[in-house]
Structure formats: C-alpha cells, structure tokens
C-alpha cells in the first residue's frame, strides 16, 4: 500500500525542490503507459494528445500545475543494430503533444512508442520516455521546440468517448495501486530524467544512448528544418514572448481552443 502520508511527502518535496519528486514522476508514467497499453493497445503509439493529458489529470490529481504543448520533437534515430541513422521525431507540418509542468519540465510518455508509429519508415530502437526539467537545457541528442499551447481536449465524437474511458481507466488504476503496490513495484525503468541519468546508461552500454551519443562525435546537425525553428523559438523566449505559430491549422484539429500561458 501507498498510503496519502506517502504522496504528501513526496508533494512536499516536490514544492521544497520546485521539481515533481522522482518516484511520483515513475508513478504517473507507469500508470499511464500501463493504462494505455491495454486501453489503445496498437494505437498507442498514435496518441501522444491523449496519454499527455492523462498525466496532466494525475498531475492535477496530486496538485502539480502542467499545460498541454503541441510543437515539434526531433530525437537521434538509431537503428537496430545500434548505429546512429540520423533523426526521427515529429516536425513540419507533423505536430507532437507533450506535457509542460509548472516547474519548467517536458514530460513525453509516448515518445518511447515512436518506433511502433506507423509513420516511421525503417526500424528504429525504443526512444525513452522524457521527463526533463528544461532549466538544466537538453542535451544534442533531443530537441522539443514549442508551437501551441492547450488546455482541453475535445476530439471527434467516438474518439473522445474512448478518451474519456481512457481517463476513467487511469483514475482506477491510480486507486488500485495506491491501495495495493508496495513502494518497489513502482519504476519506470526507460525514463530519462537528467543529464547524469544519459551519461550513467552510456556507461551501462544502453544501446539509445551510446549509439545517439554518435552526434557529438560526429557533430551532426539537427535538420534544417529545426534549426530554423529552434532560432525563431528561442529569439522570441528570450523576449519573453510566445514564438509565431508555424502549426495554428494543424494544431487547431487537437483541441478546441488554444490558451498560450505567460513564458518565463
């Protein structure tokens, strides 16, 4: 059992540290994927809208403030053999949905799930889940570059009854765990949450990171398109200012109506 006394500390020093404490992170990731395993099942990989918004419910579950992003994501891809291929992700006219929290850390569950999306043209490894507190900057080997931000889901009509179902599915295996795992039942074991965690599975031989870390040796640069986008982002954040939308249309078909929060 994981008693309330369990997760108020672990909220309490999530606010002493303004960081989502490590083991509450590996709680709502593991519930969430576990959950949509068996509730999308092989449509999984195509809902990044839907389990991000699932952990923002567990989020706001347990008091942590998050927004919903849509934007583009651009990862190192490594084949199955282990040898760095280039890039993969989503960007152009192809948004990714991921997780902001209050304390400045994109959380992307379904990245890890990439390599099963139909759209991805030659094998890939598994990329990690993401939980990365952006203060810290993101290492060569990732890019998130933000485009809209959103508070509501609303979908067509039958894909969000089955969203709906899927929350309510969350929601009951959030309380069944809580009242029935013990504290070693809880780990998501391909989350990456640090620098230090990338550099510790390098040395581990992890076959992500060491064949991703062929971009610095290398010196590959992200895609021209990124590149692009990354300095009108990053020229408009310093302004403290919303970046220009390049995904308004596309974007317009996740959610009802965008709501951009203050930067900075």
């Known amino acids: 059992m994981i008693s309330g006394e369990i997760i108020q500390s672990q909220i309490d020093k999530t606010r002493e540290v303004e960081r989502t404490a490590l083991f509450l992170q590996h709680l709502v990731i593991q519930i969430v994927d576990e959950t949509a395993r068996a509730h999308y099942a092989e449509d999984y990989s195509m809902k990044c809208l839907q389990t991000s918004a699932a952990v923002?419910?567990?989020?706001?579950?347990?008091?942590?403030?998050?927004?919903?992003?849509?934007?583009?994501?651009?990862?190192?891809?490594?084949?199955?053999?282990?040898?760095?291929?280039?890039?993969?992700?989503?960007?152009?006219?192809d948004p990714h949905v991921w997780l902001q929290t209050e304390f400045h850390e994109i959380v992307d569950l379904s990245i890890s799930e990439l390599h099963q999306h139909p759209r991805t043209r030659t094998p890939e490894l598994p990329l990690p889940a993401i939980w990365w507190d952006q203060r810290e900057g993101c290492p060569p080997?990732?890019?998130?570059?933000?485009?809209?931000?959103?508070?509501?889901?609303?979908?067509?009509?039958?894909?969000?009854?089955?969203?709906?179902?899927?929350?309510?599915?969350?929601?009951?295996?959030?309380?069944?765990?809580?009242?029935?795992?013990?504290?070693?039942?809880?780990?998501?074991?391909?989350?990456?949450?640090?620098?230090?965690?990338?550099?510790?599975?390098?040395?581990?031989?992890?076959?992500?990171?060491?064949?991703?870390?062929?971009?610095?040796?290398?010196?590959?640069?992200?895609?021209?398109?990124?590149?692009?986008?990354?300095?009108?982002v990053d020229e408009a954040l310093a302004k403290g200012e919303w970046p220009k939308s390049r995904l308004q249309n596309q974007v317009a078909n996740l959610h009802n109506a965008g709501v951009k929060p203050r930067i900075g």
């Open 56 to 93: 923002q419910h567990l989020l706001k579950k347990i008091g942590i403030k998050s927004t919903l992003i849509a934007g583009a994501a651009c990862f190192a891809k490594v084949g199955l053999d282990g040898k760095l291929t280039g890039w993969t992700g989503f960007w152009g006219d």
């Open 141 to 232: 080997l990732f890019c998130y570059l933000l485009d809209e931000a959103f508070h509501d889901v609303l979908l067509a009509a039958a894909e969000q009854e089955k969203y709906e179902m899927f929350i309510k599915a969350v929601d009951k295996r959030y309380d069944e765990t809580l009242a029935t795992a013990a504290l070693d039942d809880i780990g998501f074991p391909s989350l990456l949450t640090c620098l230090h965690q990338l550099n510790q599975w390098a040395e581990e031989g992890r076959a992500w990171p060491v064949g991703a870390l062929a971009i610095m040796d290398d010196g590959i640069p992200f895609p021209p398109w990124i590149t692009d986008r990354k300095a009108e």
